[in-house]
């Protein structure tokens, strides 16, 4: 009972906000890296909504072992069938039903009354048990439901079948004692409500969504639905770092547990920035840079004679790192990849043997290969794994006249293709534009960065950069010594993940009516 069971929807909740979608093959490093953190259920996609995220699903559901995985599907029977068909070869399958319940969805989005809003609720359930017997079910909009109704919704949806039933705050719009108030009502008046788990889905909209998450637990939780690095849906959902640290940090005070190896906190929370490009914010609670970093001098005068005075969870807990080994052009592929498992990376076979050629190349160039370097390799090769285009070479010249001349080859399978551009804003500029020109993808820049990923003059510089096409959002990360090819190894990941989403069918929204 003192086990708060962590559900996971960085593939879902997470993967829906902009910029965020991520291709199978990045599905699978981050499903392993949940797999890794060992958290108890992986929400793996929305079967219904495009083929690539039911193949996700299914592959994930194949691939993936010792986890629940679960598939979301609306209240209707086509949806749950197909998040059904996806979960088939999962080990332990679970389908997640949802359905709003608050008096403006039932009005403005559902045109339902409630007495419909129970008996679909009751057949959502009810198809779901066709499928397997682990059902979750949301009433949408929960916290702002009224207190009445989401009882009688909560016990028709346990009495149906419901194993686990969750209350999302949607709209991120509950505060702690609101939403603390919410779950106690349901323990103390629904009448089987020891049938079930109850589980909480806050969204942080006005920045309290661990906040309410923490309030729901002590009320009678014992499911937390969150993501990496709080990622999802506007400002997001409840972050499973911030979540799990506050459950372990107060245990004095919340009782909790939870089955997370804490130490792989801050490698799924680097793999998910390299796979989405979205970079956490340097103050980020638990896996920011400046999480563990002391300026005042007082601090570190505290600090050097006792750490406790101003730390209150250690660092390594989290998964950062204490000692920066060094290694170099002689280490061996054996040493790579024990520093690589010290990190929280699993290096094997293929992947350890492209990561060891990057190593060595980079280590040719640079004197000291520091952890950073390794990590940002490793991330490096996790968000370029399926790119389509790759960077074969570049040459960049100015004219007599001070214009840029940019010359790029990208090869794309067994084609290779080289073209010029003269002109442009400077040089960067005209690098993007002969790629736009090789791509056919012409996008408008929004964002763009470079900083050094260790220290010293030869340091690896990472770019990240973020693209609009077509309304949508896209970002791209590169790594390099040479700053100008990491840009253009951004902008190359950017435009590839452009072509990624081209040709898939308008996605389905989980925000559509049932
Ligand atoms: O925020 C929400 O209500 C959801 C549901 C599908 C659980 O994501
Ligand atoms: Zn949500």
Redesign the pocket.
């Given at each position: 009972m003192n086990n708060i069971v962590i559900f996971d929807?960085t593939l879902r909740?997470g993967e829906q906000s902009p910029g965020c979608s991520m291709n199978l093959a990045e599905k699978l490093e981050v499903a392993q890296a949940l797999v890794d953190l060992k958290v108890d259920v992986i929400e793996a996609g929305f079967p219904i909504a495009s083929p690539g995220d039911f193949e996700a699903v299914q592959a994930i559901a194949r691939e993936v072992r010792g986890v629940t995985i679960c598939g979301?599907a609306r209240c209707n029977d086509k949806d749950i069938d197909r998040a059904g068909e996806a979960l088939k070869v999962a080990e332990d399958p679970r389908i997640?039903v949802?359905l709003a319940t608050s008096a403006i969805h039932r009005e403005f989005k559902l045109k339902m009354g409630k007495d419909e809003i129970i008996q679909r609720a009751i057949a959502g359930v009810e198809r779901a048990k066709m499928h397997t017997s682990n059902i979750e079910f949301?009433p949408?909009?929960a916290a702002r439901t009224e207190p009445d109704f989401l009882c009688q919704v909560v016990e028709a949806a346990i009495k149906a079948g419901a194993t686990t039933v969750?209350i999302?705050d949607?709209v991120g719009y509950a505060t702690p004692a609101h939403m603390g108030g919410v779950i106690r009502d349901l323990v103390n008046r629904v009448p089987n409500i020891d049938k079930a788990v109850i589980s909480v889905?806050c969204?942080n909209d006005l920045g309290l969504a661990v906040a309410n998450s923490l309030a729901a637990i002590e009320n009678g939780a014992g499911q937390v639905e969150c993501t990496i690095n709080g990622i999802g849906?506007r400002a997001g959902n409840c972050s499973l770092e911030e979540i799990v640290m506050a459950l372990r940090t107060r245990s004095d005070y919340f009782n909790k547990t939870t089955r997370i190896d804490t130490t792989r906190l801050v490698p799924a929370s680097r793999l998910l920035t390299s796979v989405t490009g979205m970079e956490v914010q340097r103050n980020k609670a638990i896996v920011g840079r400046n999480a563990f970093a002391h300026e005042a001098g007082i601090h570190q005068d505290g600090m050097l004679k006792n750490p406790t005075t101003y730390e209150i969870m250690r660092p390594e807990d989290v998964g950062f790192k204490k000692t920066d080994l060094v290694l170099g052009k002689h280490s061996g592929r054996a040493a790579l990849a024990d520093r690589a498992l010290a990190l929280g990376y699993h290096l094997e076979g293929d992947k350890l043997q492209e990561v060891f050629e990057a190593f060595k190349k980079l280590a040719d160039k640079k004197k000291e290969v520091y952890d950073s370097d390794i990590a940002a390799l490793i991330e490096k090769r996790a968000s370029s794994a399926s790119d389509r285009w790759k960077l074969v070479r570049y040459e960049l010249r100015l004219e007599a006249d001070g214009i840029p001349s940019a010359t790029v080859t990208l090869s794309r399978g067994d084609e290779k293709q080289t073209d010029t551009f003269f002109g442009g804003d400077g040089p960067l500029d005209a690098l993007f534009r002969v790629i736009e020109k090789i791509t056919g993808i012409q996008v408008v820049v929004r964002d763009y960065r470079v900083h050094s990923v260790s220290q010293g003059k030869d340091a690896q510089g990472e770019s990240t950069i973020e693209v609009e096409y077509d309304g949508r959002v896209f970002r791209g990360r590169g790594v390099s010594t040479d700053t100008v090819e990491a840009s253009t190894l951004a902008f190359l990941n950017a435009t590839n993940r452009v072509l990624m989403s081209a040709g898939q069918p308008p996605q389905v929204s989980?925000r559509d009516t049932v």
């Open positions: 929807t909740d979301l997640h949802f949301s949408e909009d969750n999302p949607t889905h969204h849906e989980y």
